[in-house]
């Protein structure tokens, strides 16, 4: 966002930078943020360094999106779905910006994105799942990987067919399901495309990078992980017949 050519003002342009980083609020709390420029507004976007909430930024950037459409009325219950389409056109400059947060076409009843973590997992969890995709011993300060939700199960259902529907081709996925009456979360790690092209036999994938899991959670104190023993790396992952079986990992972890 600020950018001083000469060398001279180096360390204060550092200086300033990491003002913005550490006390972003200073910007978005002014008076007169909303006559923000649009330049200046992507550029601080941009940054990966905020020590604020995605969502915080969200409510931020949508009071000066509609501060710049005057037409729009500032009580939600008031708008009709053109002007959420309104709202959603000017936005497009942003969207790319915002890194943890799974985003919804916009409805009469859908004012701001969806957070990526549900009430299962958290960004702690998601930190701990990544140092273990990378073999790592140390907790990552900053998670170097992006989660995506592809698909949660309590909105489109359980059924076999729907996973095989939506997660055919996709590589390098976590699967998160919650045992019903306990705090037990339990998940697995696939890093090849799930395959399920010859649906009348098992389909076995060799990997060595594949796991299972168990997360702390409520009483449950520590996380377990489970990797693939040498002797089963032929068999750590299972493409079924997609109207009856859902994922399996080995012998240890189905999902029906």
Not at 2 to 21: A, G, Q, R, T
Not at 152 to 157: N, P
Not at 223 to 249: D, E, H
């Amino acid at each position: 966002m600020i950018h001083l050519c000469k060398n001279n003002f180096e360390k204060l342009e550092n200086f300033c930078n990491d003002i913005v980083s550490k006390y972003p609020n200073l910007i978005f709390d002014a008076d007169d943020f909303t006559s923000l420029p649009e330049s200046a507004l992507v550029s601080l976007l941009k940054r990966d360094d905020l020590q604020m909430k995605e969502v915080k930024i969200w409510d931020y950037v949508i009071k000066w999106e509609i501060s710049q459409n005057p037409a729009l009325p500032t009580n939600f219950d008031e708008w009709s779905k053109e002007n959420f389409l309104t709202l959603k056109t000017t936005l497009q400059q942003s969207f790319p910006y915002f890194h943890q947060l799974f985003y919804q076409q916009f409805s009469p009843r859908a004012e701001e994105p969806k957070e990526l973590f549900s009430i299962i997992i958290s960004e702690d969890h998601a930190a701990e799942i990544s140092i273990w995709i990378d073999r790592k011993t140390s907790t990552y300060t900053n998670n170097p990987y992006r989660f995506e939700l592809i698909v949660r199960g309590s909105r489109v259902g359980f059924a076999p067919q729907t996973f095989w529907d939506i997660f055919q081709g996709h590589a390098n996925t976590i699967l998160v399901v919650k045992v019903k009456g306990a705090d037990e979360i339990l998940g697995s790690y696939n890093p090849f495309a799930w395959d399920n092209s010859n649906i009348d036999v098992y389909q076995w994938t060799r990997t060595e990078d594949s796991f299972i899991f168990s997360l702390k959670n409520g009483n449950i104190q520590n996380s377990i992980l489970s990797r693939v023993k040498n002797t089963s790396t032929q068999t750590a992952v299972v493409n079924k017949a997609k109207n009856m079986y859902g994922p399996q990992f080995g012998l240890d972890f189905y999902v029906f």
